[in-house]
């Protein structure tokens, strides 16, 4: 009898609509607090004056300040987070994120070419290239 009980409810769709029994509280509580642009919450910037600084911060990196993308990246990150709130901050803090990214690997990729490789790999030019040198190339040291 019990077991007939069981298969009826399965069978039926309406009277079991929700797939998980058991809800978490906390992302209800998650999705109704509110989202701020800024990690300030509500004492940062407005949406409008987010927009203005995310696009400075974006377009200063360009002028070879990439830290700015990773400042950018770190101000406005509850952006990051939620992928449908505040579309146009967002386009440019993911481009940031971006560019933050590919700086640092090729920074990563300069720096270690030169600490690992260094004079086995560049030859005799690798006293030309590096910078410990340069007070002995221009005669500054006194040792030379």
């Keep these: 009898m019990e077991d007939s009980r069981s298969d009826d ?3 039926n769709p309406i009277r079991n609509r929700n797939p998980n029994p058991t809800p978490n509280p906390l992302s209800t509580i998650i999705s109704s607090a509110q989202v701020w642009p800024t990690i ?8 409008e004056a987010s927009v203005d600084y995310a696009r400075r911060f974006y377009k200063f990196g360009f002028a070879l300040l990439p830290w700015l993308w990773f400042v950018n990246c770190f ?11 505040f579309p146009q901050i967002r386009n440019y803090v993911v481009r940031s994120a971006i560019g933050f990214s590919v700086f640092t690997a090729l920074l990563s990729a300069w ?8 004079e086995q790999l560049f030859g005799p030019v690798y006293d030309k290239l590096v ?9 500054l040291s006194g040792l030379a």
């Design 9 to 11: 409810s399965n069978l």
């Design 111 to 118: 720096a270690l070419t030169f600490s690992i490789g260094g």
């Design 75 to 85: 101000y406005f990150w509850p952006v990051l987070r939620h992928a449908r709130a």
């Design 131 to 139: 910078m410990y040198n340069v007070a002995d190339r221009l005669g």
């Design 40 to 47: 300030d919450g509500p004492l940062g910037l407005t949406e």
